[in-house]
């Protein structure tokens, strides 16, 4: 777990529980993760070994030239704003440990190079073999941008319903319609702070 001790609450971007996706490949901009045939898969990991699987597994993608086969690498977290000793901390918690989540096209000369990379013990799946998650479980998961059909203006009321400010009232001070975010105005711990949501996180109340 990990946590820093906020200042200021506009530090906080609220975003989506598995957003820890590389920041280095730009994977997302890969024409080849749209694939039909890309999916989301589990691997296990040692307890403790998630950051050093990932880091091993993206090296791997490098070495192999797999850049058109895996697509994302995620550690599952979420941020959660904690109040201890009087102090604001933003932590960051696994939810769920020990396990990396991949989309991939995947493939028998795929295996030997996923389940040998350090820090990785195997898929997850009936007798170790992969299954790919459900078009339920990634939507639960929110795994993948969700088009939300939302319009919001400058002065508009909303209601956070993702993240770590889930449940609050803020009014949104600025728009960035090409990116789907707004910059907004909520009001917690008795005064107003502004913080930078997705489209997919409010909801015009």
């Known amino acids: 777990m990990e946590e820093k001790e906020i200042e200021n609450l506009s530090e906080v971007e609220s975003k989506p529980e598995t957003t ?111 299954l790919a998650l459900t078009e339920d479980e990634i939507r639960k998961m929110r795994l993948e941008k969700v088009d939300v059909n939302i319009q919001l203006e400058v002065g508009d009321k909303i209601e956070v319903i993702d993240g770590p400010l889930m449940n609050m009232i803020g009014t949104v001070m600025k728009v960035d319609s090409a990116n789907r975010r707004a910059k907004v105005n909520v009001e917690m711990f008795g005064r107003e702070t502004p913080v930078d949501l997705d489209f997919s996180q409010v909801k015009k109340i």
């Not at 696994?94 to 096209?105: A, D, F, H, R, S």
């Open 20 to 130: 820890n996706k590389s920041e280095t490949k730009n994977w997302e901009t890969n024409p080849y993760r749209n694939s039909p045939d890309a999916k989301w898969y589990v691997l296990h990991t040692f307890s403790g070994y998630e950051q050093v699987a990932k880091d091993n597994l993206e090296t791997v993608v490098e070495k192999f030239n797999l850049q058109n086969r895996i697509f994302d690498i995620i550690i599952p977290m979420e941020d959660v704003i904690e109040e201890k000793n009087g102090k604001r901390k933003l932590v960051s918690k696994k939810v769920m440990p020990c396990y990396l989540l991949v989309k991939m096209i995947y493939g028998d000369d795929m295996w030997h190079n996923i389940t040998r990379t350090r820090g990785i013990t195997g898929f997850v799946g009936p007798k170790g073999r992969p």
